[in-house]
């Protein structure tokens, strides 16, 4: 009996130890690029419980190291279990060399966390910052645009996607851009100031490296960034919209005439030269500015802009080198076959009109 008794008493105990252990889960992704951040998230709550098993406020260390051969520290930050038994933190990674890692949960006395919990998690970390070639300088004297360039040439063709950020805004992308057989690539981001612009790189595979740019000089124009007009050049503005296109006359120069459009909108160019042919041009994104050239005798070309999706409008700045005068004019759609926008005339005043009666009948009695 007393044999039962003490073996009661054991099993008793046993289960308020167990039943006094917390239960913690870390969950973390099994393969990160350098670069990107490592997220590393967690509950004290597991299934069948209605309420965390750890207080909110509680607060332990999280530990990332290298796992190659002996185990190194890499970076720690300290989590606090929220209301609803979360937690979560993030590490970065830049300039972390490939290899696998371990991220672990420390229990603070060794007895916190129960057997069930979930307290390390591996991570595989893939620097492909090598894999990738920056010619651009990451120093830049501000201009008005950011300028990227580079190559992978592993990737060929295929394309690279660019992200570029400034004081948690984002300032293009993502998106793609071409890339030649090489992988080599480049890009002007307009931009409005100085400062430091975070560069994320990636492609069809993932994440390759971001880089941070300092771009020093510069100001807040708020009406965003100043063009780069060659002394030589000419320009003129005006709305333009998939249904109401603007319209320029171009009095040139003998020999090259080039026109060149404003950036921001994937605009379309069509011009007429000085025998009236039509020819179209559709060749850049909306990140860089549409671009015409041809050779004149020295006479009038007319030009047509608009949007190439009927959902984008917007004001388009129209540079010309090589010619005398550039001007936005509505005289002009008839030459591409378009209908012009009609303009109400204005009605002469009744008494100029009754003057210029009376000055007709006097003329006329004479």
Known sequence: MKRIAWLSLISMLLIVGTASAAYIGISAPDRVEAGAPLIVTGTTMPEGLTKPSLNPGFSTDV??????????????????????????????????????????????????????????????????????????PTTQIYDGTLNLAGSVPALGDAGIQIEVSHEAATAFGPAYIKTDKNGAFSLEVPISEGGTYRVQYADYKGFITAVDYT??????????????????????????????????????????????????????IEYADEDQATHKVNNKGLVEGEEASFTTRGGVVYVKVYPMSYTDS?????????????????????????????????????????????????????
């Not at 060399?97 to 307290?119: C, H, L």
């Open 63 to 136: 530990v990332l190291y290298y796992a190659v051969g002996t185990k190194q520290e890499v970076a720690r930050n300290t989590i606090v279990i929220q209301q609803d038994g979360t937690f979560r933190t993030t590490f970065e990674t830049a300039g972390l060399r490939s290899g696998q890692y371990t991220v672990e949960i420390i229990d603070p006395t060794k007895t916190t966390f129960g057997g069930s919990s979930t307290t390390l998690q591996f991570v595989t970390i893939v620097n492909r910052a090598e894999e990738i070639k920056l010619t651009a």
């Open 215 to 268: 771009v020093t000089g510069g100001f807040v124009n708020p009406t965003g960034p100043t063009p780069t007009i060659l002394p030589d050049a000419m320009t003129a503005s005006a709305g333009a919209s998939r249904d109401s296109p603007a319209y320029f006359v171009i009095d040139t120069k003998p020999g090259q005439v080039t026109v060149t459009t404003s950036p921001g909108i994937d605009w379309v």
């Open 314 to 366: 917007g004001t388009v700045r129209l540079t010309v080198e090589n010619a005398e005068t550039v001007q936005a004019s509505q005289t002009v759609p008839p030459v591409f076959g378009d209908v012009p926008t009609t303009t109400q005339a204005t009605p002469i005043p009744v008494a100029l009109g009754i003057f210029a009666l009376l000055i007709l009948l006097v003329i006329r009695q004479r």
